[in-house]
């Protein structure tokens, strides 16, 4: 089941190399930049290609988008008039309606879409929704979330601080995550508030993302996303009736995966506490493609599809309206 790959930055690289990592090849490499496309070629295999066209007549079934987030739903959307799978980098699309016609599309072509959302796939959230499923928390009653990184000197110029072309700032970006994270464990979020502020760095979108989303039965998320956390985090906390998970770090820079299960003893007081850690390379690019090959191949919808992108896109969206109106 050959791959091509549309983009070939530092996301368009781990796709490949995921790829050949579950036995398959790669047929085609595209990007704006020619050279790009050719430096993923020769380490990947394929053919670089000079368009999208040519990507797309390629011979394999499933191909990658990994653009900028202005050309996502684009060049997702051709992707499958062409008839081609596809995993779809994270938030699929700068807004909801631009996704609308992606979701339409395969649904009518019965094709499958694997949004990017990896970290479902990082073995401490792995393990994290093996404990939840098992009942090991009880009834869920909140999230609470961290995620952020410092930006480097002349982020405030790159393409992620131009809103015609990312669509948003840190709420897009790393927030998108946290979002789709803390909806997996809890359901779809009904109520929606938050402050977006811009702290730091000079662009005309938001650096920070405060948000506290609450589900129709009760259950809430406090997340924060953050470009300016200058030493990288992430955080997240599930808490129970009788229990709670603790992870922290996501490997790299980010410190090594961490899974702490707190279980609430029969006389309350110190918990009893159980440690997971994961210090190994990351496998979530891996696990996620392997994931989409299932859905292709059982006829299913993939965890992490459309379905969820719609959701998460949902909620930033009525995040910048309670901006744009005063309100965040």
């Known amino acids: 089941m050959k791959l091509a790959v549309i983009g070939c930055g530092l996301i ?16 085609a490499a595209f990007d704006l930049d020619f050279h790009k496309a050719e430096a993923l070629s020769a ?42 799978h596809l995993i779809l980098e994270k938030p699929g699309a700068r807004n909801l309606a631009e996704l609308a016609p ?20 990082h073995p401490s959230l792995i393990k994290a929704r093996e404990l939840c499923d098992a009942g090991a928390l009880g009834p869920l009653h909140y999230v609470r979330g961290r995620y952020g990184h410092g930006g ?20 897009l970006d790393q927030g998108s995550h946290l979002i789709d994270l803390a909806s997996w464990f809890l359901g779809d979020f009904s109520e929606v ?4 502020p811009s702290y730091f760095w000079k662009a005309p ?8 989303l609450a589900t129709e039965k009760g259950p809430c998320a406090m997340l924060h996303a953050t ?10 906390e599930i808490s129970g009736r009788d229990g709670k998970i603790a992870i922290d770090g996501l490997g790299g820079s980010y410190g090594t995966e961490r899974l702490a299960f707190y279980r609430m003893l029969p006389a309350m007081g110190p918990p009893e506490t159980t440690i997971w850690e994961y210090p190994f390379p990351d496998s979530s690019w891996e696990l996620e493609a392997r994931e989409l090959v299932a859905a292709v191949e059982e006829g299913r919808e993939p965890l992490g599809g459309l379905a969820e992108a719609k959701a998460v896109l949902g909620v930033i969206d009525r995040l910048y309206a309670l901006k744009a109106g005063g309100k965040a």
């Open 205 to 212: 979108v938001e650096d920070n993302a405060f948000m506290l």
């Open 152 to 171: 480097r000197p002349g982020y405030e110029k790159e393409w992620r601080m131009d809103p015609a072309v990312s669509g948003g700032g840190e709420l």
């Open 193 to 196: 508030s938050g402050r977006l």
């Open 102 to 121: 992606v979701a339409e599309e395969a649904a009518k072509r019965g094709l499958r879409v694997k949004v990017g959302y990896n970290h479902r796939f």
């Open 12 to 27: 368009g690289h781990k796709r490949a190399e995921a790829w050949l990592k579950l036995g398959h090849g790669i047929a």
């Open 227 to 236: 470009w300016t956390e200058w030493k990288n985090m992430f955080s997240f």
């Open 43 to 84: 380490r990947y295999g394929g053919k670089a290609v000079r368009s999208l066209e040519e990507a797309l007549q390629s011979e394999a079934p499933v191909a990658n988008v990994a653009v900028t987030h202005d050309r996502l739903a684009a060049c997702a959307y051709e992707a499958l008039i062409a008839g081609k």
